[in-house]
C-alpha cells in the first residue's frame, strides 16, 4: 500500500482548505477492464454494507423465497423511515419470528430527521430501527425456511454465513482476506476494492433468473427500500436507469451501471461526508455518467454560522 493515499476530497471553508479525505478508487469499463486506479484498490477493506446485495443473494441461493419490496430490504441500510420498519415487522411476522430473534443491536433511525422524529414520538432505540434490520429478518426467514438453528445465524461457522462466504468471493473473484464482525453483528469479510467493483459489474449484468439479478432488479425498483427518500444510494437507482448502487460505513461505495461499467472505493478516514462529492466526480469523469442527479448527490455544503460558506469536495 502506499505510504500516503491520494485526496479524494478536500473541505473548504470560507475559501480555505481546511481538511482532506485520502482513499482508493477504482473504476472498470464495460468489458471489465481496469480504466481508473487511485491509490491501492488491490489491498483488502471491509466493504462493510456493500456486502449487502451478496448476502442478500446467499439469502436467495438458500432457497427462501423473496422478491420486490421484501428483496430490496434485504439488501438495505435503510433509514428507519415508517414504510421501512412497517415492511421489517412484515417480513418477521410472516415467518413466525418476532423483533427479539433480531440480534442486531437497538439503534435509532440512521436518518437524523427520523431519528428526531421517532424519539419525539416517544419511542426508544430498537433493534427493529437498526438500518440493517431488513438484512437480519431476511437472514433469519431463511434460517427457518431451511431448518437452520435461529439463534446463531451470526456464527460464521454457520451454514448461511458459509454461503454468504461462498457468494461474496464468487462474485468479486477475490478469495475472503480477513473475516471480522459488522456493526450489526454480522460477519464481516474482507476483499479488494477492485473485488468489489467486480462484483457490481456482475450484479448489473447478471441474468433476471439468477439470485443475483434478482436482487439487482429488486433495487433497481424499490430504491427507496434499499437507502430512504433522502439517502444518494436511492436517488442514484431512482434516476439512472438500471444502476446498482450501495454504500457501506467507514465510507465505501459499489456502484455498476447495466452495460457493466462499475467503480468501488473507500475514503481512508472513513468520512461519509466524502461519499457523494467521490461518487458524483467518479461517475462524470471515469464512467461517463451525466445526469442531475449528480449535482445533488456531490453538493455538500459547509455552514458557518448556519449560513453556506464552503463545502466539501471532489478532488481528483
Not at 84 to 103: C, N, P, W
Not at 180 to 189: F, H, N, S, T
Amino acid at each position: 500500500m502506499p505510504e500516503i493515499l491520494p485526496v479524494l476530497a478536500e473541505v473548504v471553508r470560507s475559501g480555505f482548505t481546511e481538511g482532506q479525505h485520502r482513499g482508493s478508487l477504482v473504476a472498470l469499463a464495460a468489458d471489465g477492464s481496469v480504466i481508473c486506479a487511485l491509490g491501492d484498490p488491490e489491498a483488502p477493506v471491509f466493504p462493510r454494507s456493500a456486502n449487502k446485495p451478496f448476502q442478500a443473494s446467499a439469502v436467495l441461493r438458500s432457497g427462501l423465497e423473496l422478491a420486490g419490496e421484501r428483496l430490496a430490504l434485504a439488501a438495505a441500510s435503510h433509514s428507519g423511515e415508517g414504510f421501512q420498519l412497517d415492511l421489517v415487522r412484515t417480513m418477521l411476522a410472516e415467518h413466525g419470528l418476532a423483533e427479539s430473534h433480531l440480534k442486531c443491536p437497538a439503534s435509532l433511525p440512521l436518518d437524523e430527521e427520523e431519528a428526531e422524529a421517532f424519539l419525539a414520538a416517544g419511542s426508544t432505540r430498537t433493534p427493529l430501527a437498526m438500518d440493517c434490520s431488513g438484512k437480519h429478518a431476511a437472514m433469519l426467514a431463511a434460517c427457518r425456511a431451511n431448518g437452520w438453528p435461529v439463534d446463531s445465524y451470526l456464527d460464521p461457522d454457520h451454514p448461511l454465513q458459509k454461503l454468504v462466504r461462498e457468494t461474496l468471493e464468487e462474485n468479486t473473484g477475490d478469495p475472503v482476506a480477513h473475516t471480522g464482525v459488522d456493526g450489526c453483528g454480522a460477519p464481516l469479510m474482507a476483499v479488494s476494492l477492485t473485488g468489489l467493483a467486480r462484483g457490481y459489474r456482475a450484479l448489473a449484468l447478471a441474468s433476471p433468473q439468477t439470485p443475483e439479478g434478482r436482487v439487482a432488479e429488486a433495487m433497481r425498483a424499490h430504491p427507496e427500500y434499499v437507502g430512504g427518500t433522502r439517502r444518494h444510494d436511492s436517488r442514484l437507482m431512482r434516476e439512472l436507469p438500471g444502476a446498482v448502487s450501495k454504500m457501506g460505513a467507514e465510507a465505501v461505495q459499489g456502484f455498476a451501471l447495466p452495460d457493466g461499467r462499475a467503480l468501488a472505493f473507500k475514503v481512508e478516514d472513513g468520512a461519509g461526508r466524502a461519499l457523494g462529492p467521490v461518487l458524483a466526480r467518479a461517475l462524470s469523469v471515469h464512467l461517463g455518467v451525466s445526469s442531475p442527479v449528480l449535482e445533488r448527490i456531490g453538493t455538500v455544503p459547509i455552514l458557518g454560522g448556519g449560513v453556506r460558506v464552503g463545502e466539501v469536495r471532489a478532488a481528483f
